[in-house]
């Protein structure tokens, strides 16, 4: 399953950025420019365009941010069906992992919450709960 998410720098981090690109231009266009030519020009106009662009990330309203695509690895079962969710699949190859941090409570309650989803059948639910249960 793909969802797009859209990020936007913050308004602080762009302010910054464009203090210190204005920075940079004062910097080409008085020592840059005069001191090493071309080289000076080039440095110049990318501070500038970096200048603007930071800029207008902290005032433009039309500005979105870029789009990321992020994929999540296991699709989900509609209710009712026997496919259990990855990390009961595989909790016998990770039974060295512990829920460290996790009290037993919170443990059922989470196992409940699947099962109220529709993501465990019934015997998932009771086998995980019994498991839970034996750590005692």
């Given at each position: 399953?793909?969802r797009?998410?859209t990020?936007r720098?913050?308004k602080?981090?762009?302010?910054?950025?464009?203090?210190?690109g204005?920075?940079?231009v004062?910097i080409?266009i008085f020592?840059?420019?005069?001191n090493a030519?071309?080289?000076?020009v080039?440095w110049?106009?990318?501070a500038l365009v970096?200048?603007?662009?930071n800029l207008?990330h902290?005032?433009g309203?039309?500005?979105?941010?870029?789009?990321?695509?992020?994929?999540?690895?296991?699709a989900?079962?509609p209710?009712?069906?026997?496919e259990?969710?990855?990390?009961?699949r595989?909790s016998a190859q990770?039974e060295?992992i512990?829920?460290?941090g996790?009290?037993?409570?919170?443990?059922?309650?989470?196992?409940?919450t699947?099962?109220?989803?529709?993501?465990?059948?019934?015997e998932?639910y009771e086998?995980?709960?019994?498991?839970?249960?034996?750590e005692l």
């Amino acid at each position: 399953m793909k969802r797009k998410v859209t990020y936007r720098p913050s308004k602080a981090s762009s302010i910054l950025g464009g203090v210190v690109g204005v920075i940079f231009v004062l910097i080409g266009i008085f020592e840059a420019i005069p001191n090493a030519g071309l080289f000076g020009v080039f440095w110049t106009l990318m501070a500038l365009v970096m200048t603007v662009m930071n800029l207008y990330h902290a005032f433009g309203k039309g500005y979105i941010g870029p789009e990321i695509e992020i994929e999540e690895d296991e699709a989900r079962t509609p209710k009712g069906t026997a496919e259990s969710p990855a990390f009961l699949r595989d909790s016998a190859q990770h039974e060295h992992i512990t829920a460290a941090g996790i009290t037993p409570k919170a443990r059922l309650e989470q196992l409940e919450t699947l099962k109220e989803a529709g993501l465990l059948t019934r015997e998932e639910y009771e086998a995980k709960r019994a498991e839970i249960l034996r750590e005692l």
